[in-house]
Every structure is written in structure tokens, then in C-alpha cells.
């Protein structure tokens, strides 16, 4: 089976970083995703780690470490748009999708 | 682009009826979808893996009896709560993979449909 380990809330200040970890056993894996939601809505693609090391997106970043079996996903100059729940996914076979239990990010003024 | 959509996006229904939701990928073809019930502050659990032309694939515990699935073309697949229940009042959001694109891990989620069952 699966299991994520990912932080339930955290706050931040606008125009600040934040980084959310994400810790995971899976028997198998193909990648890492990243996920946004905000409340009512549907989840949309930020970023997808297949392999070691850092990916950047504007001001979203993700990393990966499959040793290690963590990620995390960096948020720079935060905005009030940003607050929502971000979900951590592994692919544990071809193309599907285990989510962790999310982490709700509220940003601040 | 890349565009799913779900209807409806609410339905409240009587206990012991059947409900269909459908989902769409509206401006690319899908193989494959998959269907996702979250609970309020929880996880997306995926439910079942959808692909055209062929049957279901469900994960551990999902009785496939009771959430019939059917994907007959690379743009529409149904799910159908049958004999509804109060336990399976949920938000129910479909994804799907656009095909011919091996190299990608990205998923386009449709908004969901509210099931509420009384």
C-alpha cells in the first residue's frame, strides 16, 4: 500500500516562502505530483517529480529525493490567491494517482 | 485547453435510488479516467480506474456492483451510485489523462459533483 505524511495546516505571511513536506511509502513509484485546491473546487497540476532534484515553475518550486522518499513544494512571494489546500501525490503505478491527506496553507497580510 | 467537466454538480436524492454522473473531457480524447470521492477536509480517494472500451479497474474495498462505471468513448465516462445510501453522500471529481501523451503525469480534474443522499 500507500501512505503520505504531509503537514495539516500551515501559515504564512504575504510576500514570504513557505515550504510544504511531504514524506511517503509506496511499494512502488513512478513520481511525486503536486497538487492545488481550493475550497469547493477541483484540484489543478502544479508539478510533477520523477526524478531527483529541484523543478521550478514561476514562483512555484518542487523537489524530490527518492532516497530519502520526501518532497517538498516551495511557494515564493506568497499571495492571498495561494491560500487553499495543496495535496502531495505518488504515482505507485502507471499513471494513478495516491493523494496525502493535504496541507491548508493560509497566507496572512 | 485541457478541459473536464462533470454533471451535475450537485444531485440530492432519495435513499435506495440510483444516481449517474458523467464526465467529460470537452477538447482532448481520454483512455483513461479515473473517479475520486473526497469527504469534507479529507483526501481524494481514488475509487476506480476508467478506460475505454474495457472494464473498470476498482481499488481495494469500492464495491464495483455498487458504483457502476462505464467509459464508452475517449470523451465521456458515467459513474452510476446505485442503491444510494446515506454513507455515500460525498464529492464525487473525475480526472482524466490526455492520450497519446505517454510522457505525462498531469491529470485534469473535472469540479466535482456534491452527492447528497437523504
Known amino acids: 500500500g500507500q501512505s503520505l505524511e504531509q503537514p495539516s495546516e500551515v501559515t504564512a505571511v504575504e510576500g514570504a516562502i513557505v515550504q510544504i513536506n511531504c514524506t511517503y511509502q509506496?511499494?512502488?513509484?513512478?513520481?511525486l505530483s503536486w497538487y492545488q485546491q481550493h475550497d469547493g473546487g477541483a484540484p489543478t497540476f502544479l508539478s510533477y517529480?520523477?526524478?531527483?532534484g529541484l523543478e521550478e515553475t514561476g514562483r512555484f518550486s518542487s523537489f524530490l529525493s527518492r532516497s530519502d522518499s520526501y518532497g517538498y513544494l516551495l511557494l515564493q512571494e506568497l499571495q492571498m490567491k495561494d491560500s487553499a489546500s495543496y495535496f502531495c501525490?505518488?504515482?505507485?503505478?502507471?499513471?494513478?494517482?495516491?493523494f496525502g491527506k493535504g496541507t491548508k496553507l493560509s497566507v496572512i497580510p | 485547453g485541457a478541459v473536464v467537466s462533470q454533471h451535475p454538480s450537485r444531485v440530492i436524492c432519495k435513499s435506495g435510488t440510483s444516481v449517474k454522473i458523467e464526465c467529460r473531457s470537452l477538447?482532448?480524447?481520454?483512455?483513461?479516467m479515473f473517479w475520486y470521492r473526497q469527504f469534507p477536509k479529507q483526501s481524494l480517494m481514488l475509487m476506480a480506474t476508467?478506460?475505454?472500451?474495457?472494464?473498470?479497474?476498482?481499488e481495494q474495498g469500492v464495491e464495483k456492483d455498487k458504483f457502476l462505471i462505464n467509459h464508452a468513448s475517449l470523451t465521456l465516462s458515467t459513474l452510476t451510485v446505485t442503491s444510494a445510501h446515506p454513507e455515500d453522500s460525498s464529492f464525487y471529481i473525475c480526472?482524466?489523462?490526455?492520450?497519446?501523451?505517454?510522457?505525462?503525469?498531469?491529470?485534469?480534474f473535472g469540479p466535482g459533483t456534491r452527492l447528497t443522499v437523504t
Open positions: 480526472s482524466a489523462r490526455e492520450t497519446g501523451l505517454a510522457d505525462s503525469y498531469e491529470q485534469y
Open positions: 509506496t511499494s512502488g513509484f513512478y513520481g
Open positions: 517529480n520523477a526524478l531527483d
Open positions: 501525490a505518488v504515482t505507485p503505478r502507471s499513471y494513478q494517482l495516491t
Open positions: 477538447d482532448f480524447q481520454a483512455t483513461t
Open positions: 476508467s478506460n475505454e472500451g474495457s472494464k473498470a479497474t476498482y
